[in-house]
């Protein structure tokens, strides 16, 4: 079974331009997280979907970054425009419905350079 | 609100030697724990979780914790490192009874085998 996939796996744009990172959950899984981790920080939380909906998206930064999940399978995170901060590894990760105390399974990440 | 504490962000061991990475965390609500394990070019993988279960966690590959309420701590260890065992490793926590399904990461801790 395939696992969490994420693309591209890096990328590399200058600050202004706009990037599309995408995700594909582990198929029946109805929860899916967005994380982020930018230089020498913690790992951190940006959002949460279950199915289509945005459940919980406290750790979104700006308005800038726009998530969404049509359909309820894969995601999109867009950032426009990018800013030099924005530069850090985007983990993806998914788990089936909520109840329990459910295993996060995470993707390789989408390195973003933003120069 | 939580936090995790990783109290140290390098460790080295010697090959055969035993791995020691400590964690504290504060919690509002009972907290489930988890270790994670990120290899170089590689996702996010579960190591081990605490769920208010026994608190003696046995995981993956060697690695035990042992969930101490009255210390607030989750150390990792492993009786003997091997070669394979060098990657970063992060300390998790995710309120139980919030309903909130965000985890914590902790800032990472990079273990280093030296043969």
């Known amino acids: 079974e395939a696992g969490v996939t994420q693309f591209p796996s890096h990328s590399v744009i200058e600050k202004g331009q706009t990037v599309t990172l995408r995700c594909d959950p582990i198929s029946g899984h109805d929860n899916l997280y967005w994380y982020r981790r930018v230089m020498g920080k913690e790992i951190k939380f940006l959002l949460h979907f279950v199915k289509e909906s945005k459940q919980d998206e406290s750790g979104m930064p700006n308005n800038r970054f726009l998530a969404e999940r049509t359909g309820g399978t894969y995601s999109t995170l867009k950032v426009q425009p990018a800013e030099l901060e924005d530069s850090g590894v985007y983990f993806c990760?998914?788990?089936?419905?909520?109840?329990?105390?459910?295993?996060?399974?995470f993707g390789e990440g989408s390195r973003l350079t933003v120069l | 609100a939580q936090s995790v504490t990783q109290l140290d962000s390098h460790v080295s061991v010697s090959e055969g030697t035993p791995v020691l990475l400590r964690c504290n965390y504060s919690s509002s609500y009972s907290p489930s724990l988890f270790w994670y394990v990120q290899h170089p070019n590689k996702g996010l993988q579960l190591l081990l979780k605490y769920t208010s279960a026994a608190t003696l966690v046995k995981g993956i590959n060697g690695f035990e914790a042992e969930f101490k309420k009255s210390e607030t701590s989750f150390h990792l260890t492993k009786p003997s490192a091997h070669m394979s065992d060098a990657a970063e490793y992060f300390c998790v926590v995710r309120p139980h009874d919030t309903g909130r399904r965000a985890l914590t990461f902790g800032s990472g801790t990079r273990l280093q085998v030296q043969p």
């Open positions: 990760a998914s788990s089936q419905r909520q109840g329990g105390t459910g295993e996060l399974f």
